[in-house]
């Protein structure tokens, strides 16, 4: 039994190694080797720092990295801030399990669609300004640069809209581990007010277990290519779109310094973490003293209830951006300063542009299997870990989140190279390998918690009638678990649908997806056309989330326990 | 009778070239020809999927574009494949290529060919040694890049916002301080922003000759003195203030379309009047150009190295330059870009069939686009874009 569980955890383990951190480590190795100067293809054998000397030189790098590193970090601490507030007002007045459907539209939303629809939004000639040219009586839009902006503003602020209801939500699913209600009580019997309760109290118990999904957040904002092409400045761009741009460069050369580029940005990324842990250990110092100080607090139940008002604009604007994505998909003409379509017309969802309809099929059948690959290797290594009564280990979970805190970019190029010697590059089966390296990761996350919670005297009772390991994980332990399984499936489609890079990298182009063609088609000039992949693309997830919150809903409908409602 | 007809026939059967070129026939029936090509435009995007129906009912010959955001990721496909060793069944078979990437896949030996000799439809081109079929930026094409559509740079404007337009490159410092802020042009990483500034840099040279022979730095200095002084009198009066520029011209049009900009810029002479007509553009966008003229150059297809299917992009590349083809893409309503076949060397019914075309108020004639202008050797607008960069990206 023991030995089996071991075995079936093993099998895990190889694969996910095998699977999903040689490629990964592969790919760093080649893009490490170009950074150094070897790259046989263009007869560079020898070992040099020409290419750093050459990306020092490169004009804007040194603005590259700062713009990245401000709007990264930027967005990041203000995401949390915001989050926090947003949390720490809901507490008690709405059920977690309400606050996360209202937070999923714009979780589910993927970055690409979000910033098409936000930069219309906020565009200079953009809904928000049409609405004061029809106060005002301006005839053109004014000349300001309220998107792509130099200082990065428009793309930290995209950022937040999607990173507040992620951090949200870990909040939230963090706070169900600890007895959030007792403690508040009692910190109000001490005279405590519920601001200071919450950032003295509650957030250093929260924060052990939201750090690594914090450094994720932290590290998907710093190295973040297809929001910034589209909200971020463009002389120079951030530094994940400018190495992205020297990759692609028609002088093949550049594919040296672009390498030294991109393990800068893996750089960037681990000093951006860096700087997160110094400040944890600082505040976690500094914090003591000021617990044992013991006072009583007034400012920090105003500060959060800001927080909260602050993050109740950003998903008003989300929910903007995404309302601007449909109405241009059924417009025909819609020029300043209307508010609404002069003209409306299904030409973009019909006609010849209906090729959605295969990108739709691709994106389906990809996020189906990815999701379905990532779902049973979570389920065995789970399943494996009962079985040998092994314990949560640390080490394991740091492997999980590997893909997630290098930065794509840094090891996309190599992977390629890598998928190419094996002779699997170009094709579904190099799409998918890339994409359950990012699938995977988040269903796990999304499984373990519900997994481990789960009441372990189910099984026992049902191996005392005579159930096999077997048939206790077919007939009691998944059938119990499904609301947490399709929940961690949602998940699952919704990052499969949202990948970009791997799917255009390793898919040679081949494969079109909603995301790959609405971020093509957003650098071109139908914004209709572009409304309609953005918003299928926004469509899809919400889907899988509906049929998560669905599904259970009504399989349970008679199981009281398992409906998802708290225990009365 | 018959004898006369039927001798040609049997010598050209009998010559290696037909031979051959039946050989690719039948190799490439079946194939599936992976076209790269920038996606940004529907109706392109639309014409190729009209190709790909029929080359596939004539010769079997499926097409599937591979829809790019810029051409150089092909270009790195391919290198990365030849990086990977893996140097037959390519993944790229045809590439939407000219200028720098050509220039750069020619020099780096990633390119098929040359093959363009072998293509029965080649004989409508005219390929003698100066003609811009023959010369991609100055490059000699030595027959390994296929011509297929004409690219002619124009100005895009509002005729009801604007009266009136620069007529030179020099005069738009003038109309730019008059209109602050209400033009712009694309970044020049984009090769459209690029173009914008080898107009200037055309018009502006002392000695426009110099541009045609590989840059050097001493040629570059003198030749770009004058360009740089008008875009420092420019730069400031530009949208934005010149600190930022959009991705690329369709972006460009989308802000001239939104009203925040007054003029946009194209390569194609016609896309004014097929933006018009999908609703991307008022009733009131015109055309203008330079009097002087303006850069124009032809878009070939090439192929690489390794394609896996080289005898179906050969079978496309033959369609592409067939005449009731080229008639088909000048047709307005459905691409409006200008032939690049030799007019003298089609016959009767190929030349009414251009001249039965229909017309639309936005499309200018052959004589309103004025003189074509050379474009300057590759390596200038490397220079350039490097040299822009060193100067204006902080």
Redesign the interface.
């Known amino acids: 039994m023991t030995q089996d569980g071991r075995l079936l955890r093993g099998l895990v383990l190889g694969a996910v190694g095998l699977g999903l951190i040689a490629p990964i480590a592969f790919g760093l190795l080649q893009t490490g080797c170009a950074a150094f100067g070897l790259?046989?293809?263009?007869r560079h054998h020898s070992l040099s720092l020409d290419p750093w000397r050459q990306l020092a030189a490169l004009?804007?790098f040194a603005?590259s990295l700062r713009l990245s590193l401000i709007s990264g970090l930027g967005a990041t601490v203000l995401s949390l801030i915001l989050a926090t507030g947003l949390c720490a007002v809901f507490q008690g007045r709405m059920r977690p399990g309400r606050s996360a459907q209202l937070l999923t539209p714009f979780l589910a939303t993927p970055h690409a669609a979000m910033a098409v629809g936000l930069a219309f939004v906020l565009?200079?000639?953009g809904w928000i300004a049409r609405g004061v040219a029809a106060v005002m009586g301006w005839h053109?839009?004014p000349?300001?640069?309220t998107v792509?902006?130099?200082w990065a503003l428009a793309l930290m602020l995209g950022l937040m809209v999607k990173e507040v209801p992620f951090l949200a939500l870990v909040i939230l699913s963090a706070q169900s581990q600890i007895p959030v209600a007792r403690q508040m009580a009692a910190g109000r019997a001490l005279g405590y007010r519920r601001g200071t309760l919450w950032i003295k109290i509650i957030m250093p118990q929260v924060w052990p277990l939201i750090r690594l999904p914090v450094w994720v957040a932290l590290a998907y904002a710093l190295s973040v290519v297809d929001m910034a092409?589209i909200l971020g400045?463009?002389?120079?761009p951030t530094l994940a779109v400018a190495v992205s741009?020297w990759?692609?460069?028609?002088?093949?050369a550049m594919?040296l310094p672009a390498s030294a580029g991109a393990l800068a940005q893996a750089v960037a990324v681990l000093a951006g973490i860096a700087l997160f842990w110094l400040a944890e250990r600082a505040i976690r110092t500094c914090g003591l003293w000021w617990l044992r100080r013991g006072g009583r607090g007034t400012w920090a139940g105003p500060g959060l209830r800001m927080a909260n008002v602050a993050a109740m604009g950003l998903m008003a604007l989300a929910a903007l951006a995404l309302t601007a994505l449909l109405v241009w998909s059924v417009a025909?003409?819609w020029?300043?300063p209307q508010l609404l379509p002069e003209?409306w017309?299904l030409a973009a969802w019909a006609g010849?542009?209906a090729d959605w309809l295969a990108a739709l099929r691709h994106t389906i059948i990809l996020a189906a299997v990815t999701t379905a690959m990532s779902l049973l290797l979570a389920i065995l290594w789970l399943e494996g870990e009962d079985r040998g009564q092994l314990p949560r280990a640390k080490w394991a979970q740091a492997l999980i989140y590997l893909p997630l805190l290098v930065p794509q970019i840094g090891f996309l190029?190599g992977l390629?190279?890598?998928f190419?010697?094996l002779?699997v590059?170009?094709g579904h089966a190099a799409v998918i390998w890339a994409q359950v390296l990012f699938v995977f990761p988040y269903v796990m996350i999304a499984l373990s918690d519900p997994w481990r919670a789960l009441d372990p005297r189910l099984g026992r009772v049902a191996a005392a009638l005579g159930a096999g390991p077997w048939r206790r994980l077919l007939l009691v332990k998944l059938p119990v678990l499904l609301r947490p399984i399709l929940t961690a499936a949602a998940i699952g489609v919704a990052v499969s649908v949202a990948q970009y890079l791997p799917t255009l990298f390793m898919g040679?182009?081949?494969i079109?997806t909603l995301t790959?063609?609405s971020?093509?088609?957003s650098?071109?000039?139908?914004?209709r056309?572009t409304g309609v992949y953005a918003s299928l693309q926004a469509a899809l997830p919400f889907a899988a989330y509906l049929l998560a919150f669905a599904v259970p809903a009504a399989l349970h409908r008679n199981r009281r326990d398992l409906t998802g409602a708290a225990p009365a | 009778m018959k004898l006369p007809l039927l001798v040609p026939l049997l010598l050209s059967l009998a010559s290696p070239a037909f031979a051959d070129w039946q050989q690719t026939l039948d190799a490439a029936r079946g194939q599936t020809v992976y076209w790269n090509a920038w996606g940004g435009d529907e109706r392109t995007n639309a014409f190729i999927t009209w190709v790909s129906t029929q080359t596939e009912a004539a010769y079997g010959v499926k097409i599937q574009q591979v829809k790019l955001t810029d051409t150089a990721e092909a270009v790195t496909r391919v290198l990365s494949e030849k990086a990977a060793g893996q140097d037959q069944g390519g993944s790229v078979d045809m590439i939407w290529i000219n200028g720098p990437n050509f220039l750069a896949m020619k020099e780096q030996g990633l390119l098929h060919g040359p093959f363009v000799a072998s293509l029965p439809n080649a004989k409508y081109l005219d390929l003698g040694p100066a003609s811009p079929a023959s010369v991609d930026f100055t490059t000699p094409v030595d027959g390994m890049e296929s011509p297929w559509r004409l690219a002619k740079f124009v100005f895009t404007y509002d005729s009801a916002r604007v009266a009136v337009v620069p007529d030179s490159m020099a005069g738009f410092v003038d109309w730019a301080a008059a209109h602050p802020g209400r033009m712009t042009h694309p970044d020049p990483s984009n090769f459209m922003g690029a173009t914008f500034l080898k107009q200037a840099l055309i018009e502006l040279a002392p000695e426009p000759a110099a541009l045609q022979v590989p840059v050097t730095e001493a040629a570059f200095a003198t030749a770009a003195a004058p360009l740089w002084a008008w875009y420092d009198a420019l730069r400031p009066n530009l949208w934005r203030q010149g600190a930022t520029f959009p991705e690329n011209q369709s972006v460009q049009q989308q802000l001239l379309n939104d009203g925040e900009v007054d003029i946009a810029m194209s390569f194609d002479p016609a896309s004014t009047a097929a933006a018009i007509a999908q609703g991307l553009l008022p009733e009131t966008a015109r055309v203008f150009v330079p009097k002087g003229g303006s850069i124009g150059n032809i878009s070939f297809v090439a192929i690489p190295y390794n394609a896996a299917h080289a005898a179906g992009a050969e079978v496309v590349a033959n369609f592409l330059l067939d005449p009731a083809t080229q008639a088909h893409m000048q047709n307005i309503d459905v691409l409006g870009s200008f032939s690049v076949l030799d007019p003298a060397k089609l016959d009767a019914a190929a030349q009414s069939a251009f001249a039965a075309l229909p017309s639309a108020a936005a499309l200018p004639t052959v004589a309103d686009l004025g003189p074509t202008l050379l474009e300057p050797h590759a390596s200038w607008m490397t220079k350039l874009t490097e040299a822009w960069a060193q100067r204006y990206t902080k």
């Open positions: 790259l046989p293809a263009l004009p804007g603005t565009a200079p000639s053109a839009p000349d300001l640069a792509n902006d130099g092409i400045p463009s002389n120079p741009r990759f692609t460069d028609p002088d093949p594919i025909w003409r020029a300043f003209s017309s010849h542009n190029y390629n190279v890598g190419l010697r002779g590059s170009g040679a182009g081949r079109a790959t063609e971020v093509t088609l650098s071109g000039s139908d914004r056309v």
